[in-house]
């Protein structure tokens, strides 16, 4: 059965994933966040947008949060304002599969930061129907440009071409997948000194009628096998920070 609209949707941050990695943090770290929207990581000092988000509206702001600033920059056009590797950590999530040109963006915050944690939606959100809420039941994200994914160490894109609507790719494994777990709705990258990235291009790396449906095939299963991998390194994390508190 497809996802409905009476499905749990997973699109704001997983409590989890944002506890693990407020606590990965040392305190004193200096933390950059790329489009925080609607759901700010409220661990990061420095916010940036193109337009202020209305989560940064004072009666929105956690109690622990201590000094923060947000600048205005359009990160479509417009080079970060900062330093080479002025913050510690960069958090960019749910920003880079929007835009028609992600990548000078992550070349930027490659620039500015020592490490960070990239988020975007994984291709199995991506190529499921019904997980745009109420929208028609197009496949994923009626408004995203690209399919992210992990794959070894790199973050791998490719274009969210038209054709996704008219591929047979089954509906009831990738809901099925969608209902176990949350963490599945999404492609997790951490990454220190460098972004390990590769951009898929059709007619370069494939050819569109023959060849992309099975890079999309190929996507789901490397994103399952990463998601799987990340979430036992958070498990195993967590339960070493949990003895040394004990």
């Known amino acids: 059965m497809p996802l409905t609209v009476s499905d749990p949707h997973h699109w ?3 409590p989890a994933v944002v506890d693990w990695l407020t606590n990965r943090l040392a305190g004193d770290a ?5 489009g925080p929207g609607h759901a700010p990581f ?35 056009t417009e080079p970060l304002p900062f330093e080479d590797k002025l913050f510690d950590f960069v958090y960019c999530r749910h920003t880079l599969e929007d835009m028609y040109n992600p990548f000078p963006i992550v070349r930027e ?11 975007t ?16 039941p ?8 690209f399919i992210i994914w992990r794959e070894g160490d790199e973050l791998r894109f490719v274009s969210k071409y038209p054709v996704v609507e008219y591929m047979d790719i089954p509906d009831e494994p990738l809901t099925q997948i969608l209902r176990a777990r949350p963490v599945y709705w999404n492609t ?23 060849q992309y449906p099975r ?9 399952r096998q990463a998601t799987d991998h990340f979430g036992q390194m958070m498990d195993k994390e967590s339960e070493i920070q949990a003895r040394k508190s004990a």
Not at 55 to 72: L, N, Q, T
Not at 201 to 207: N, R, T, W, Y
Request: glycine share 6%.
């Open 12 to 14: 704001a941050p997983i």
């Open 30 to 34: 200096r933390v950059l966040e790329i």
């Open 42 to 76: 409220w661990r990061a000092n420095v916010f940036v947008d193109f337009v202020e988000p209305s989560g940064f509206r004072a009666s929105e702001i956690p109690s622990h949060v201590g000094d923060w600033s947000f600048v205005k920059c359009d990160i479509a």
């Open 109 to 119: 915050m490659e620039r500015v930061a020592k490490a960070g944690y990239i988020e």
């Open 121 to 136: 939606p994984s291709p199995i959100a991506e190529l499921c129907r019904g997980v745009d809420g109420g929208a028609p």
């Open 138 to 145: 197009y496949r994923g994200y009626h408004h995203h440009r």
């Open 188 to 210: 997790y990258h951490l990454w220190e000194d460098s972004i390990n990235v590769r951009h898929l291009q059709s007619p370069l790396h494939f050819d569109i009628p023959t």
């Open 215 to 223: 890079l999309l095939s190929n996507a789901i299963a490397a994103s």
